[in-house]
């Protein structure tokens, strides 16, 4: 497994709040990760997309609408602005619910208890 595979099967996960993901089952999502069923169009992979878009947040200025969150999950932190303005940069999705879904698909689930709850 090379470095960039490892990062993003260590570091897919972070909190806050209602919109913030983590990953509970490592194994499936490395699966999952390798799977051919989610190919897009220009041959990326969900996850890689996911990835980039949240190590892109701080440098292109968008980590105040969504961020890394701990180790192994990231936050939604403005719903709206990430529907309008991000998401079709990095996913064919145009709706939350579908990235939630595609998301759900790839094995993250929403922290609801904890300190971590709403990632």
């Known amino acids: ?35 051919k069923r989610t190919e897009s169009p220009t041959g990326v992979q969900f996850p890689w997309k996911l990835y980039d878009m949240l190590n892109n947040a701080e440098s292109k200025g968008y980590e105040a609408v969504v961020s890394w969150d701990g180790e192994n999950g990231f936050k939604v932190h403005d719903k709206e602005t990430f529907v309008v303005n991000i998401v079709p940069k990095y996913f064919s999705q145009t709706k ?24």
């Not at 260590?10 to 390798?34: A, P, R, T, Y």
């Not at 939630?100 to 709850?117: S, T």
Request: aromatic share 14%.
């Open 1 to 35: 497994m090379n470095k960039a595979t490892s990062s993003i099967l260590g570091q897919m996960n972070k909190e806050q709040s209602d919109h913030s993901f983590i990953s509970n089952d490592f194994q499936k999502l490395k699966i999952n990760f390798f799977a």
């Open 96 to 119: 939350y619910r579908s990235f939630q879904r595609m998301l759900n698909m790839w094995g993250f689930q929403r922290v609801r208890e904890g300190p971590r709850k709403g990632a």
